[in-house]
């Protein structure tokens, strides 16, 4: 399972730098709107310090972390609803991922141009969320005359025609579907844009990074999501460096960790992900999976033969393997369980899948 998320924001707002630094590609980021003409897609390692704990306990070859697939869309400006800049073409490459990320810059630099004159966060925002409304009301108004003659034929269709009259009168508020905590399932169909989990990344400087009253001010916008605070330029550099560079350089500024493993870490958690984990001598390696997913789920996130055949799940959590020293020792102290087609999957489960070969699975 590939997570998704599509990095939005308006043209030089930073979103090509934090791209650059997310995939350590050398993506157009240039001062001028549109650079981005076609969105980018990178792929990258989430962040997860127990695969190397595990790489060590199992004298694993490689380590392959969970991923994020990060799409980079070009800025979307005022009116693209209606077509305006490169228009509904990049809100086409919106509707494809799971998750937004909503790239505001904060920083001041007059050498970098803002499409509207100044710097204005409020504003930003507020300028992306409208447009992404407007074109959730286009796609519903589209659909309606389909959905109630559907409806009239087939009554399973009413709820679903009730559900998108609803997010039609929140659309028009001014909310978004997800914000105003709507059920999505419904609405599934029409791939709202708003419907979508939201992350917000403000582009600040270095001194902005240390201003805790501005910070409050920023996540007061966008309250109750989750408000993520780096300098895609710093990110950039960071990427660059070696482990104990970055780490120093991080220490000078006063910051804890990378902002990239934050925007990792937040997306996870806002879409309800989670990881488990396998490790041997060749690799150890991290899966995505649902929070709530079932052992048979997270075996076919691996292969769907896996799923199919699946008998039993021997686990250990991460925490009592690592506490054990090795899996002989985890299940010399009872550790180690069996857990059947039932068992929902924890964070951090270390796990190996007993399974039946696909052709008795069939049988």
């Known amino acids: 399972m590939a997570l998704t998320i599509g990095i939005v924001g308006l043209p030089n707002a930073g979103k090509s730098t934090l791209f650059n630094a997310l995939t ?33 306990i199992f004298h694993s070859e490689r380590i392959v972390p969970a991923t994020v697939s990060f ?18 073409a990049f809100l086409s490459h919106i509707r494809e991922a799971e998750a937004i990320c909503q790239v505001t810059r904060v920083f001041r630099d007059a050498d970098v141009t803002h499409v509207d004159g100044k710097v204005n966060p409020g504003s930003d925002i507020e300028t992306i969320s409208t447009e992404l409304i407007l074109a959730d009301l286009q796609t519903i108004e589209k659909a309606l005359p389909r959905l109630e003659k559907e409806a009239r034929i087939n009554k399973d269709k009413v709820a679903t025609l009730q559900a998108v009259k ?5 659309l028009n508020s001014g909310r978004g579907v997800f914000a105003a905590g709507l059920d999505r399932s419904p609405l599934r ?55 104990d560079e970055a780490r120093e350089l991080l220490a000078e500024m006063g910051i804890d960790e990378p902002g990239l493993d934050v925007l990792a870490r937040v997306g996870y958690d806002t879409l309800g992900l989670q990881s488990f984990l396998t ?26 033969d896996f799923q199919k055949g699946f ?18 020792n985890a299940k010399a102290k009872g550790k180690v369980r069996l ?25």
């Open 24 to 56: 350590r590609n050398d993506v157009l980021a240039a001062n001028y709107p549109f650079a981005t003409i076609e969105p980018n897609v990178g792929v990258v390692g989430v962040p997860d310090p127990r695969l190397a704990t595990l790489a060590g």
């Open 71 to 88: 799409v980079d869309i070009a800025g979307i400006v005022r009116g693209a609803s209606q077509g305006e800049g490169m228009g509904n």
């Open 166 to 170: 609803e997010a039609q009168e929140v």
């Open 189 to 243: 169909e029409l791939f709202l844009l708003t419907a979508k989990p939201f992350l917000y990344v403000f582009n600040c400087d270095t001194d902005e990074l240390a201003d805790e009253e501005l910070k409050a001010q920023m996540r007061a916008l966008v309250a109750p999501a989750e408000a993520i605070f780096l300098d895609a330029k710093i990110e950039s550099e960071l990427v660059e460096m070696e482990p």
């Open 279 to 304: 490790a041997g001598p060749k690799e150890s390696r991290g899966w995505t999976i649902p929070k709530g997913a079932t052992a048979p789920e997270a075996a076919g996130v691996i292969h769907t």
């Open 311 to 328: 008998i039993k799940a021997e686990i250990v959590s991460f925490d009592e393997l690592v506490e054990a020293g090795s899996m002989a």
């Open 339 to 363: 857990e059947g087609k039932d068992y929902v999957m924890a964070d951090g489960d270390v796990v190996e899948f007993r399974f039946a070969p696909t052709s008795t699975a069939k049988k």
